[in-house]
T-cell receptor, first 115, second 109 residues
Framework: DAEITQSPRHKITETGRQVTLACHQTWNHNNMFWYRQDLGHGLRLIHYSYGVHDTNKGEVSDGYSVSRSNTEDLPLTLESAASSQTSVYFC??????????????FGPGTRLLVL | EDQVTQSPEALRLQEGESSSLNCSYT??????LFWYRQDPGKGPEFLFT???AGEEKEKERLKATLTKKESFLHITAPKPEDSATYLC??????????FGSGTKLNVKP
């Protein structure tokens, strides 16, 4: 069965360190997204990609970067981790439908704690 | 400003007690409204997509409806296993998805 996986599931790091969160999907979807989920805020879009070598900034992109070298993977990098980046991170993917009703399928999440 | 608001924030029901969750939105150019279920420690699980006012979709005890300003998720005769957080999201463009904060539903036996 097709799926989307994230690793690690839990991560503790220190302020200032670089951290990379992995996302891998076997749906063969063109679109991939990274969100963060915080209490009281709902899911907020960090970065997204509509295909290989395509990356775009979302609503809360400062301090994060992504790169897309193949269809299956979209790693999220925190360049210099800050305590404000403590959150639960979700990766999602969707098929290209011309911008209408693009149902997103989510991974299980990575819980990140920045000390 | 595009906005999605869900109410109530939390809802407690007795098993079998039907109710509705609300998702109101103010966006320009709705391309799709989505309902997700999220269990603790897990990612959101897709339930429904609605495209236009008047549309309805059903799945087991859940029914989603859409008007021009809001969507309802009706839960008929809920069971304890329906306990979860229900998220609403809207797509307004190729790259704009807005999620509500969710309604946490607790169904007691």
């Amino acid at each position: 069965d097709a799926e989307i996986t994230q690793s690690p599931r839990h991560k503790i790091t220190e302020t200032g360190r670089q951290v990379t969160l992995a996302c891998h999907q076997t749906w063969n979807h063109n679109n991939m997204f990274w969100y963060r989920q915080d209490l009281g805020h709902g899911l907020r879009l960090i970065h997204y990609s509509y295909g290989v070598h395509d990356t775009n900034k979302g609503e809360v992109s400062d301090g994060y970067s992504v790169s897309r070298s193949n269809t299956e993977d979209l790693p999220l990098t925190l360049e210099s981790a800050a305590s404000s980046q403590t959150s639960v991170y979700f990766c999602a993917s969707s098929d290209l439908t011309g911008g209408f009703g693009e149902t997103q399928y989510f991974g299980p999440g990575t819980r990140l704690l920045v000390l | 400003e595009d906005q999605v608001t869900q109410s109530p924030e939390a809802l407690r029901l007795q098993e079998g007690e039907s109710s509705s969750l609300n998702c109101s939105y103010t966006v320009s150019g709705l391309r799709g409204l989505f309902w997700y279920r999220q269990d603790p420690g897990k990612g959101p699980e897709f339930l429904f997509t609605l495209y236009s006012a008047g549309e309805e979709k059903e799945k087991e005890r859940l029914k989603a409806t859409l008007t021009k300003k809001e969507s309802f998720l009706h839960i008929t005769a809920p069971k304890p296993e329906d306990s979860a957080t229900y998220l609403c999201a809207v797509q307004v463009n190729f790259n704009k998805f807005y999620f509500g904060s969710g309604t946490k539903l607790n169904v007691k036996p």
